[in-house]
């Protein structure tokens, strides 16, 4: 994909079941509709900041609906004050895994949320 990908488009896209990572060319793009995101190796991560822990938790609690209704399951660092995310597609490489469009619209929902919510 060469175009321009938007927060919006993000936003509006469903995950799917998928076995296509995205070649090394499109991360730049797809990383820049979603600001804060970083590649790491075979997936992408962003640290989010909060008050507490009751915030931390709310937020955790509030995008458990969006990681169901993808059926996209990240891996959760959770402290008193911070949630790490990392997202990576399984079935992407073989079945090796990597770096999917999936865990892009998994992001910017997750970005949604906590600029709705917390910022």
Not at 27 to 32: D, E, G, S, V
Not at 77 to 87: A, K, P, S
Not at 95 to 113: L, Q, T
Request: hydrophobic residues 40%; glycine residues 4%.
């Amino acid at each position: 994909m060469t175009s321009t990908i938007s927060t919006s488009y993000l936003l509006a896209k469903k995950s799917l079941p998928t076995t296509s990572a995205l070649a090394a060319q499109e991360l730049p793009n797809y990383l820049a509709a979603t600001p804060g995101w970083q590649a790491d190796g075979a997936r992408i991560t962003k640290t989010f900041d909060f008050k507490n822990y009751y915030e931390t938790l709310a937020f955790i609690n509030a995008i458990a609906y969006v990681i169901h209704a993808e059926d996209h399951h990240p891996e959760l660092v959770t402290t008193y004050n911070r949630c790490i995310i990392r997202l990576d597609t399984h079935s992407v490489n073989e079945g090796k895994g990597g770096i999917s469009e999936n865990d892009f619209i998994c992001a910017a929902k997750f970005d949604a949320i906590y600029q709705q919510s917390f910022s």
